[in-house]
């Protein structure tokens, strides 16, 4: 057998702190701050010279001369209409899927009566404009375009515009062209990177500003999330894709190993981990990982990922995965275990938890309905994936009966006078019955 492709084995409890440290503080490196320097002279410029300095981002960049940012909408159109069928269908059904799913998630407006005549409601109103980022640099990926514009219009967002890097002719790729099309955006830009992030977020001549920015991208486009959070919402910080595997003595070797591929492809530092119950199917996971990480076509950047923080690990019992799961939060969690539906309960902190080996986590990313949009790095311990609860604002009111207000009045200006806000317990006394 040929030298492990993965750069942990072993058993999970003789794990050194070193490596365990690599494992679960996937995010801050050294690199991520050079990166942040660089984002913050690009959102600079673009704020201080708008569209000039995206047209000459597009140049250095993406080595194409713009001669607009934004796409004529019969270019998208013509980008669906020339998908193959095939593709085509198969999108079509995925965005079905991502509707029908999103708007079982709606909110619903509520009211309460905290006390005779006091009552309390919160209202659930869509965002009126949002911009939904698609990927464009290793790979191209229609589907994340669905996953934001379909829950965006599902929520009745009034404005959805979809960013996307330029080719060398100027235009994004078709297929994220004839999803925004498919999915119902209504406006394309040719923009990539921290450029896209920063004309979203504060607006340029050609490019209105949004009130949230969604969708995944490279490291620029997270690092420039993160620094507009003063002018905009985003959805969550996200980075490299991550995969945690919990599989016990009925999984199959080779399906493991195949889901650790599958997330390994995406990126070089994609972080992709098996706890594995028992030593002989740890051994086999691992060598099938070694096998097909060989023959991968991608193999170039799946060797580099499990090179670098790729982990096959050994338990001893299923008890002994929960602590390490909570603490990892995994953006993709796949329970590939007997007890699946029952293991389900111990989860707490993951991205997205796909219950049973055969719900491959290949199946979410595209078709099932649910979102692929999810939060990495460990911040499953704090994030949500996206939903459609994203793409809406909450208004919070209250009313007051005469009564209640009488009522309410003394209390409220003792309250306010024991913390020196004297002119609020005037107002709240003016309204004492005489």
């Not at 995206?54 to 998908?83: M, Y």
Request: glycine share 8%; net charge negative; hydrophobic share 50%.
């Amino acid at each position: 057998m040929s030298a492990p492709v993965l750069k942990y084995q072993g058993a999970l409890s003789a794990l050194s702190s070193e490596a365990r440290r690599r494992l679960l503080e996937r995010a801050g490196n050294e690199a991520d701050a050079q990166v942040a320097t660089r984002v913050q002279a690009l959102i600079a410029r673009v704020r201080a010279e708008g569209d000039r300095a995206l047209f000459d981002f597009a140049r250095q960049f993406d080595r194409v001369e713009l001669k607009a940012l934004e796409v004529p909408r019969e270019r998208w159109d013509a980008a669906l209409e020339s998908l193959p069928s095939g593709v085509r269908g198969a999108l079509e059904r995925a965005a079905r899927n991502i509707a029908r799913a999103h708007s079982a998630q709606r909110p619903v407006p509520m009211e309460v009566e905290t006390e005779p005549g006091v009552v309390v409601g919160r209202r659930p109103d869509p965002l009126g404009r949002v911009g939904v980022y698609a990927p464009g640099g290793r790979a191209v990926y229609p589907s994340s375009v669905l996953m934001g514009v379909v829950p965006a219009k599902v929520a009745g967002v009034g404005e959805i515009l979809v960013c996307s890097p330029p080719g060398p002719d100027g235009l994004p790729s078709a297929g994220v062209l004839a999803a925004a099309a498919l999915a119902g955006a209504d406006r394309v830009f040719a923009l990539g990177g921290a450029g896209a992030v920063a004309a979203l977020a504060y607006g340029t001549q050609s490019v209105p500003r949004v009130d949230r920015i969604v969708g995944p991208g490279n490291a620029y486009v997270a690092a420039a999330k993160l620094q507009v959070v003063d002018a905009v919402a985003i959805d969550a910080p996200a980075g490299p894709s991550e995969i945690l595997v919990v599989a016990d003595s009925r999984a199959r070797a080779d399906a493991v190993a195949r889901e650790l591929l599958a997330q390994a492809e995406h990126d070089p530092e994609a972080c992709c981990v098996a706890l594995v119950l028992g030593e002989s199917l740890a051994q086999d996971v691992s060598e099938a990982v070694t096998r097909q990480a060989r023959a991968a076509k991608r193999g170039e950047i799946v060797l580099s990922a499990l090179g670098s923080r790729g982990a096959v690990l050994r338990i001893d019992s299923l008890e002994e995965a929960w602590p390490f799961v909570a603490e990892f939060a995994p953006e993709h969690l796949l329970l590939a275990t007997a007890t699946a539906s029952a293991d389900l309960a111990r989860v707490r902190n993951a991205g997205t938890v796909f219950v049973g080996q055969r719900a491959s986590v290949a199946f979410g990313d595209y078709l099932t309905g649910a979102n692929h949009v999810l939060p990495t790095a460990g911040l499953a311990r704090a994030y949500s994936g996206l939903s459609v609860l994203d793409f809406y604002r909450w208004t919070t009111w209250q009313s007051v009966t005469p009564e209640a207000a009488a009522a309410m009045a003394d209390d409220v200006g003792t309250l306010a006078d024991s913390e020196g806000l004297f002119a609020h317990a005037d107002a709240a006394r003016a309204w004492r019955l005489p």
